[in-house]
């Protein structure tokens, strides 16, 4: 299992080549929860090819499943908030453990900044629900812990039930057959053109590099 600590990650050549953001919100093929909703609406953000990706994952699932998107673009700020409030979590029930193994346990839940596919608008999180949005039985809650569900959000973990395991599977063919990638210790993260995915699928750079969308709003507005 390669994690996002893994300095293979971050040695991936950082190429950007221009693909833009998608408001989801606009993409009513495709249904988007609120739960991490905020004011600058960068959690509804996709890389335009990721949100194709998305749709052709969608089309492949059986009748009446549908995707269920939760977040995509996270700006650098709210990912290291992320980062470092698990990490100082893990260190107070840990306090035995290594700064090496801190870091590397941490980055099994969330990634650090220097390679954060979220922060490339290639990332998203999402789940399985029904048409009318009831949402499918997927072994965990999406955000479960490593700690707190005894590594059952590993998208392989083995003490989950059959309902929810066919589900998983559903999502790894769907998804993995449109070209994304999963990090396996959460069965919710795919991403596609980022760091991770260009190490996993033998690509010799990123597609996408670190968004700035504040900047990229404004140079919209420029020009």
Request: include cysteine.
């Amino acid at each position: 299992m390669i994690l996002l600590s893994d300095p293979r990650v971050a040695a991936v050549p950082s190429v950007d080549d221009g693909d833009p953001l998608v408001d989801l919100r606009e993409l009513p093929e495709l249904r988007l929860d609120g739960r991490a909703a905020e004011s600058s609406g960068a959690y509804a953000r996709l890389r335009t090819g990721v949100a194709d990706r998305l749709l052709a994952a969608q089309r492949a699932l059986p009748a009446g499943v549908r995707l269920l998107v939760i977040e995509g673009y996270r700006p650098y700020q709210a990912q290291l908030a992320i980062f470092t409030g698990y990490r100082d979590e893990l260190r107070l029930r840990h306090p035995e453990w290594s700064p090496e193994r801190l870091h590397r346990e941490t980055s099994k839940f969330v990634s650090p900044v220097e390679v954060a596919p979220h922060s490339t608008g290639g990332a998203v999180d999402l789940t399985l629900c029904t048409d009318d949005g009831v949402e499918l039985d997927l072994g965990t809650a999406v955000d479960a812990t490593p700690e707190d569900s005894a590594e059952a959000c590993f998208t392989a973990a083995p003490a989950i039930g059959a309902t929810a395991r066919r589900h998983r599977q559903l999502m790894v063919d769907a998804l993995g057959g449109a070209g994304l990638v999963n990090y396996p210790t959460e069965w919710w993260h795919w991403s596609y053109g980022d760091r991770y995915w260009a190490l996993t699928t033998g690509a010799p750079h990123t597609r996408y590099g670190p968004v700035d969308l504040a900047a990229t709003a404004i140079g919209a507005r420029v020009g």
